[in-house]
């Protein structure tokens, strides 16, 4: 057996190795103790001990360090097991089976980047900076370079064979990558695996070793991985990082499954008990195979800090998809031509020196002749919150001599506040065109131009909550818009049937685990209903009567937020006790009112759709789903149901037909047996596998997942799991794990 730890990071990389050596020996006795209960000779058993232990460390004191920790967990096993009897000599071996390295990128060469006139290409070191003399804020340090360096021939590490992967690789999101690893890295990283998404965390370029090792399994030759089992960020089940799964897990000829899965778990920070990060585990295997997938149900802080959390989870047993689901394939829907065009991100100034308060603003309007380009502004913050009133300078289409000629005082005040703070960034159009935003968002403007109003959510939210803004009103990043004003559209993206849909396609995200609404996976395959006119009339009034309500009682109750309101709407429909601050944002809100509408709009789209209104999540998503295949195969054929046809198609044009694709839901997965192992050891490991997987199940049940085998061999294997503590019986003759 070869047991790998792949990791770069030296402050876990010994931990690692200590706890699966632990884990491993606890099974070598769970195993041996079996056997001898069974009457089976251990001749030739092989014991585990470090030499079985394969890893890759980028620090090489680290390295060093690892190789002697984990023999000192070693022995230390051993003394604790065998009391003062003496180990085998020698008491240290070099098996030198943890070496210094790249984990994921090996080159031939490494040379600093020169430029076109000879000189090595610096960037900014990202950490070092002065204060600004007029404005007196932080800004990059200009003489605070580090070099770029050029890596040559980069190809994959190649690591040692292994049977099994474990791991706990560095967390660098892709935006991040360059900032944290130098252009020259992140680009040999990319020659190097060409096949990569460049939106890939670092994470995933593990992930992606690590499944090309198991699809490599062969369990006669003994080639490959059998298994791997990494812990990630919980982004792993975003689209970006989905895309690295997404090509294993749907091989025709050689899929790989993922066997366990927790999406979302706390990450706690020793020192304060709080939960940093979200982390996600996942382990897979070769071949067509149900897994076990743990939803977390509940979390609670622990009293003092070493407790950390406390966690409690759902479990399910299904096919896992690569959105670390089971049930319906959300992850199938496809991008619908009906919604193309409608849904953006946000506005990106990269400078806070875009946004003033309105106090700078109307001193920049005063001193200029003409009404300079300030518009006001808000972020998901303000939208469900309090609104912080800011307002934003915003230059789009202005060339940098108009705008100093017709805007002098807004050019200088942008030159003093947004120009130092671009000059430090790499990307050459941010630094020469330092005026304007970053990502200006044409699409969106052009979208909007129409438009009185439009429909907004905040991006990262505990609730999902849509409201109409003034067209005038410019959204942050984080703030996704849908470029309609159409009541009858609000009306179907603040029902349930929405949010069910975007809580199974979006991403969740923070400390506080909240959902993220992504427009290209929470609005764009999402398909609307077809409404008659008297749906529309019934979908139109709600929708106005719901952002009538709101706007009101805030404007009354100037302190009162969105969040404020459904988080005692969440409390009223779970029956708790409306009391103390809760009951004054009841009585503030009209929250009895706002839970009527709500309950009006479901039943209306619902209606819409010609569905109960009592459908459960998993219904709902079931149905969504298939309606998604149609009107994808529909769109195929030429008929588009456009949202906004005298915007997307206002010449009334006919689309051409396509092809319909492959677009096979994929609910429903067979399932491959394995062979009947043939040793005593390998079936127990074999049983024991597949009950963990199953959760629960009845020997007959365990046999039908082996090609050969009978329950009248398995019963008495699961029998003696239960007799070790590793199964439990129940009375009616099932095992659970």
């Known amino acids: 057996m070869r047991l790998p730890v792949f990791s770069s990071s030296s402050q876990c990389l010994s931990c690692d190795f200590v706890m699966v050596l632990e884990m491993m020996k606890r099974l070598e006795g769970e195993v041996t103790a ?6 089976e000779t251990q001749a030739g058993f092989i014991t585990v001990d470090p030499h079985q232990s394969l890893g890759i460390e980028l620090n090489p004191w680290a390295a060093n360090v690892a190789e002697l920790v984990l023999w000192i967990g070693y022995l230390q096993w051993h003394f604790r097991t065998h009391g003062q009897a003496a180990p085998s000599e020698p008491v240290l071996r070099d098996f030198k089976n943890i070496r210094n390295g790249d984990a994921v990128l090996e080159w031939s060469g490494r040379t600093p980047r020169i430029d076109a006139d000879g000189a090595p290409v ?49 967390f660098i999101g892709a935006s991040r990558l360059r900032d944290s690893l130098g252009d020259g890295y992140v680009e040999a990283l990319w020659e190097a695996y060409p096949k990569m998404p460049q939106s890939a965390d670092l994470v995933m370029f593990w ?37 690295v799964l997404e090509p294993h897990l749907n091989d025709p000829k050689k899929p790989l499954s993922l066997l366990f899965a927790i999406p979302d778990h706390p990450w706690v920070d020793n020192n304060t008990g709080d939960a940093k990060v979200r982390i996600g585990i996942t382990v897979a295997a070769v071949g067509n195979r149900a897994g076990r997938l743990l939803t977390l149900s509940s979390e609670k802080k622990g009293e003092s800090e070493v407790d950390g ?31 193309e ?30 009404s300079p380009p300030i518009f006001p502004y808000v972020n998901g913050r303000d939208v469900n919150g309090l609104s912080r009133g800011l307002m934003i300078i915003d230059c789009f289409g202005m060339q940098e001599a108009r705008l100093r000629q017709d805007y002098p005082n807004v050019f200088q005040f942008l030159y003093d506040r947004v120009k130092p703070e671009r000059d430090a960034k790499r990307e050459k ?60 559209h609000f009306s179907v993206l603040a029902s349930r049937i929405h949010e069910v849909f975007s809580l199974a396609r979006g991403n969740w995200q923070g400390a506080g685990n909240d959902p993220v609404y992504i427009h290209s996976i929470c609005f764009n395959p999402f398909p609307f209903p077809t409404l008659t006119d008297d749906q529309t009339s019934t979908l139109r009034t709600l929708g106005e009567d719901l952002d009538t309500h709101r706007k009101r009682q805030q404007a009354a109750h100037p302190k009162l937020t969105l969040t404020q309101m459904y988080n005692v709407l969440e409390k009223l429909r779970a029956g708790d006790t409306i009391e103390g601050k809760d009951k004054d944002i009841y009585d503030q809100g009209l929250i009895g009112i706002l839970r009527d509408l709500h309950d009006q709009i479901d039943a209306a789209v619902a209606d819409a759709y010609g569905w109960p209104a009592d459908l459960s999540d998993e219904e709902i998503l079931l149905r969504l789903v298939a309606l998604n295949k149609e009107r994808a195969e529909e769109e195929a054929r030429g008929h588009i149901r456009w949202l906004r046809p005298d915007y997307q198609n206002p010449t009334g044009q006919q ?53 050969r085998a009978r329950a009248g061999t398995v019963e008495p294997l699961m029998e003696s799991l239960a007799a070790l503590g590793q199964a439990e019986k129940g009375g009616d003759g099932r095992f659970a794990a």
């Open 34 to 39: 079996l056997l001898e209960e069974l009457g």
């Open 655 to 707: 689309v051409a037909k396509g092809k319909t694709g492959d677009m096979e839901l994929g609910m429903v997965a067979k399932i491959e047996k394995a062979p009947w192992p043939k040793t005593m050891p390998e079936q127990i490991a074999a049983v024991r596998e597949a009950l963990t997987e199953m959760g629960e199940a009845t020997p007959e049940q365990i046999a039908r997942r082996f090609v």
């Open 429 to 488: 159009v941010l630094r020469e065109s330092w005026w304007t935003f970053g990502r200006a968002r044409p699409e969106m403007r052009k979208a909007l131009h129409d438009l009185k109003r439009y429909i907004a959510t905040t991006e990262t939210a505990k609730h999902r909550i849509f409201v109409m803004m003034d067209k005038e009103t410019l959204p942050d990043q984080k703030v996704r818009v849908v470029a309609s004003g159409d009541a009858r």
């Open 309 to 339: 959390r406390t966690v409690t989870f759902d479990h399910s047993i299904g096919k896992l998809f690569a959105n670390l689901q089971i049930g319906a394939d959300v992850a199938s829907t496809k991008p619908l031509q009906a919604n």
């Open 122 to 170: 610096t960037r900014w070191d990202g950490v070092t900076t002065i204060r600004h003399n007029v404005t007196g804020e932080e800004v990059p340090d200009p003489a605070a370079r580090i070099g770029v360096y050029d890596y040559a021939e980069p190809k994959p590490t190649k690591c040692s064979e292994a049977e099994f992967i474990v791991g706990n690789p560095p």
């Open 341 to 370: 065009g409608l849904a953006h991100k946000g506005v990106m100034p990269y400078g806070m020196g875009f946004v003033v308060s309105q106090l700078e603003a109307s001193e920049l309007i005063a001193f200029e002749k003409k």
């Open 207 to 243: 992930w992606e070793k690590a499944a090309i090792a198991a699809r490599g399994w062969n369990a006669k030759t003994g080639k490959g991985a059998r298994r791997f089992g990494l812990i990630t960020t919980n982004s792993l089940r975003q689209t970006f990082n989905r895309r």
